[in-house]
């Protein structure tokens, strides 16, 4: 007596289950785009959470510093250009032709773009945030350290990365925020 083929596997069960909770998650994301302010009140939270858990818990610091050096990665390179005048002058000289920002009215202009978008980066900070918020959940993650050499390194970092990224930005005259800058009218003619 042969018992009747099942209609489907456990393995496609639990893959057509799968990508039908990715294909929802990625519409509840698609969904958050517009509303930045919002997103990144809810990331704010989340890491309001995460740090009173560290400081009632006291201990992850390790896990507090290694989300810190990666936020910090993240916002560097949202704060820098997609395109590096740098290197595009580097790879002009090299060309005998000389590259950089519009200097006469004739010269095309290039915006501001950046190397992480804002959506991504609010994304992959949420996504860090809440890792290490689980990872604090755990012992094996307790690492002891002493936390104030971790913070004072931290401070270090963040002064002396932000100082390279502010003469960067000054020596090749670009701003990577909108507020301002000058705003025109649609409407004028």
Known sequence: MDAPE?????????????????TQYQAYLDKSVPHASYRWIGTGALFLLFLLRIVLAQGWYIVCYTVGIYLLN????????KFDPSL????????GAAGGLPT?????????????????????????IAIAFVCSW????????????LVIYWLILVCLTMRRQIQHMIK???VPFTFGKARYNRNAK
Do not use: C, H, N
């Open 104 to 128: 006469k009215q004739d010269e095309e202009f290039r915006p501001f773009i950046r190397r992480l978008p804002e959506f991504k980066f609010w994304y992959s900070a949420t996504r860090a």
């Open 74 to 81: 993240l916002f560097l390179a949202f704060l820098t250009p």
């Open 88 to 95: 595009e002058q580097d790879e002009g000289m090299e060309d």
């Open 172 to 174: 090749y005259r670009y």
């Open 6 to 22: 099942p209609d489907q596997t456990p393995f496609a069960a639990m893959s057509a289950q799968g990508s039908r909770f990715a």
């Open 138 to 149: 755990f012992s094996i993650f307790d690492i002891p350290v002493f936390w104030p050499v």
